[in-house]
């Protein structure tokens, strides 16, 4: 469900634009609607210290790239593929509820959002790729 909260989560652009500056880049595609998403990724030190991105997607992938690029405080590189595992969980049922370091994704990643889960995940996914982890 699009609410209030998630456009204005995605209107957050200050991160939105390639610059061609970075030490890992992705693009993927959702197969299942067509979103498309670029990443580029600045490392220093096994961190991530900056990521840029450009969609061709719809509201819930927007906002959640734009999440990621504003909280990489809360993206640890060794733990991303587990997180992301987790977070397939939370939304199949397997778990009840997820750890508080996702507190801030609380509106993005919400169970009434299970059919758009495709969406929310991919830019993960695009960091997950650029990384190669």
Known sequence: MITKKIISIA???NNYGLTNEYTHKSSIKNTKC?????IEITMKNKRIKSLR?????????????????????????NSLSSDVDLIKKFFNN???KLPSK???FKDILNKKNFKRF???IL?????????DL
């Open 102 to 104: 996702f507190k801030p």
């Open 123 to 131: 830019p993960f996914m695009g960091i997950i790729k650029a990384l």
């Open 53 to 77: 991105y450009e969609t061709k997607s719809c509201i819930f992938c927007e906002a959640s790239a734009s999440m990621l690029s504003n909280r990489l405080s809360l993206i640890k590189v």
């Open 118 to 120: 495709d969406c929310i």
């Open 11 to 13: 209107s957050n652009t």
């Open 34 to 38: 067509g979103d498309k998403i670029k």
């Open 94 to 96: 397997d778990v009840s």
